[in-house]
């Protein structure tokens, strides 16, 4: 059974309630032909970084403010905040994200939530820093796209029609996650998918689009049973790169330095970094990071999902990666 709660209201209506002012605007525009430029000549490493999850927004602004204040100390890097406003999981429970806010009743409010996320992201901006999200719900994002420089198709999405087919319309870089088997072929099936133009139904009309050129692939482990599969190494990384190649596709390889390539424990991210960091096939990283370490549904600036790095710990990881990308040169 299915009951409306609610009709939210549209995103031009969410967005003149917390809009973007015209200096930030321009910003934002920057930033995505920076990314997009980068992505093409591999001048910098990609990095995306963040919380596993967005939650409060003081934690938040003060982790931004601190990520924002470092990104001039590591000039080999392309340091990209990662916002990730709605949340999945394997078995569909948990912490779903800061779009779902629950209001003083205990009820979902996603009006509430979407401001919340979008002054979030807006505040970013304001440190110098781009947004990334993840695409889980199409829905939404037409009430962040003004905000998001780089999205992401997850693990549990990147095989769905729907969600090909809608990033294959995305104008902005846009990661395709493997899938959580760890299997680099379908994932690159997925890439292909994306790249190239679709049809489909959405939102009550037929949509055509001319497929994303600036979609690339993620590495970022996979499990099999109770055994975590790392897909990092360099005999990964090559296989990728290559048989990107011969698709004919753009050979942009990103590797998750978290999820099951970290078995979910955040300090092997350090690890994985001095794995990549010279890696020539590796043109970006994404990391789980937040203000302390460890996971806490309730404490100040520490993930309630995922455990994710310190913001010192960030530091000492962005340090390996810059020098190590120095070292490719």
Partial sequence: MFTKQKILPSAERIRALCPLDDKLNKLKLQFDEQLKNNFVKHNKLTVICGPCSADSSAPMQE??????????????????ARIYTTKPHSNGQGY???????????????????????RIMIDCLKTGLSVADELLYPELYPYFCDLVSYWFIGARSSEDALHRAFASGLDVCCGIKNGTDGDILKA??????????????????????????????????????????????????????????????????????????????????????????????????????????????????????????????????????????????
């Fill in 96 to 118: 779903q994200g800061t779009c779902f806010h629950e209001s003083i009743f205990d009820c979902v409010d996603l009006e509430q939530g979407i401001i919340r996320a979008r």
């Fill in 188 to 329: 690159i099936d997925s890439v292909y998918a994306v790249a190239n133009p679709c049809v489909f139904p959405f939102d009550g009309c037929q949509i055509v689009t001319n497929g994303s050129k600036y979609s690339h692939l993620v590495l970022r482990g996979g499990k099999l049973g109770d055994k975590f599969v790392p897909n990092l190494f360099t005999e990964n990384t090559k296989f990728a790169k290559d048989y990107l190649k011969r698709l004919g596709l753009n050979d942009f390889v990103m590797v998750d330095l978290s999820h099951a390539n970290s078995s979910k424990i955040a300090l092997n991210q350090i690890d994985n970094a001095k794995l990549v960091a010279a890696n020539t096939d590796v043109n970006g990283v994404m990391m789980e990071s937040y203000i302390d370490c460890g996971t806490d549904d309730n404490a100040y600036g520490v993930s309630k999902t995922d455990d994710c790095l310190s913001i010192c710990d960030t530091l000492t990881a962005f340090r390996i990666l810059n020098e190590g990308f120095s070292n490719r040169k």
């Fill in 63 to 80: 982790y931004l403010r601190r990520l924002g204040n470092e990104q001039k100390n590591f000039e080999n890097l392309l340091i990209v």
